[in-house]
């Protein structure tokens, strides 16, 4: 069972909506990292976060600790945002990686 | 600035051939170094972290192996590939367990 559950899976919304993404994850982390992967397998750090909120451009990330629920939020979409967005933490145990969700696919229709 | 570079970006391999993908980090100094796997329709899979020259964890038991012969120089090798060592394999560096991290390009390996 994958310890990080992401939801949706897939996604296809109109350029200008406003879209969220769900991560849920089962155990005590020290950090939650939100990740772009575009079409060609590259992955961009987008967010890293242990509480609260972070805001860069249109992108907004949010975390519950309490809850293990983080969500990432994409205002005014735009074709350009069509990826791949992966949730990741660490659990904070030593140098280990990251445990990864299986992504959720965004397509962007203009 | 730091970067990270990762090749080949492709590799078509025959089933019993070796491997060795290689991976460099430029700007830093002693990086934590991961080696992932994305296989077909899975998520991200740790296979090895290193935290310094010779030092190699495993995370999942496999036909891989790891090696890190210089500081920013990680290094990904089998003796002998499986079908099932097919997927997309990405380095990535962070300067401590805590901080955000940075990933290679990637390397998409078909075993044939």
């Known amino acids: 069972k994958n310890e990080v559950e992401q939801s949706p899976q897939n996604l296809t919304a109109q350029e200008g909506e406003f879209i969220t993404i769900n991560c849920s994850y089962s155990?005590?982390?020290?950090?939650l990292h939100w990740l772009q992967q575009h079409p060609g397998g590259g992955i961009v750090s987008l967010f890293m976060?242990?509480?609260g909120k972070k805001k860069h451009g249109r992108l907004i990330a949010t975390i519950n600790i309490q809850e293990k629920h983080s969500s990432l939020h994409i205002t005014a979409s735009h074709p350009r945002d069509s990826a791949v967005y992966i949730c990741?933490?660490?659990?904070?145990?030593?140098?280990?990686?990251?445990?990864f969700g299986k992504g959720t696919h965004l397509i962007i229709q203009p | 600035s730091q970067t990270i570079h990762q090749w080949p970006a492709t590799l078509v391999q025959p089933v019993g051939s070796p491997l060795s993908l290689e991976c460099t980090v430029e700007?830093?100094?002693?990086?934590?170094l991961y080696w992932y796997r994305q296989a077909a329709g899975r998520g991200l899979q740790l296979l090895f972290y290193?935290?310094?020259?010779?030092?190699i964890s495993s995370e999942v038991p496999q036909n891989l192996s790891a090696s890190r012969p210089q500081d920013r120089q990680f290094i990904l090798s089998s003796k002998k590939l499986l079908l099932s060592d097919s997927g997309f394999y990405l380095c990535?560096?962070?300067?401590?367990?805590?901080?955000?991290?940075?990933f290679g390009q990637g390397t998409r390996l078909t075993v044939v």
């Open positions: 990535a560096w962070s300067r401590t367990a805590f901080t955000e991290a940075f």
């Open positions: 155990v005590g982390i020290s950090a």
């Open positions: 976060l242990s509480s």
């Open positions: 990741a933490y660490h659990s904070g145990g030593g140098a280990d990686g990251l445990t």
């Open positions: 700007g830093t100094s002693n990086p934590n």
């Open positions: 290193s935290v310094g020259i010779g030092q």
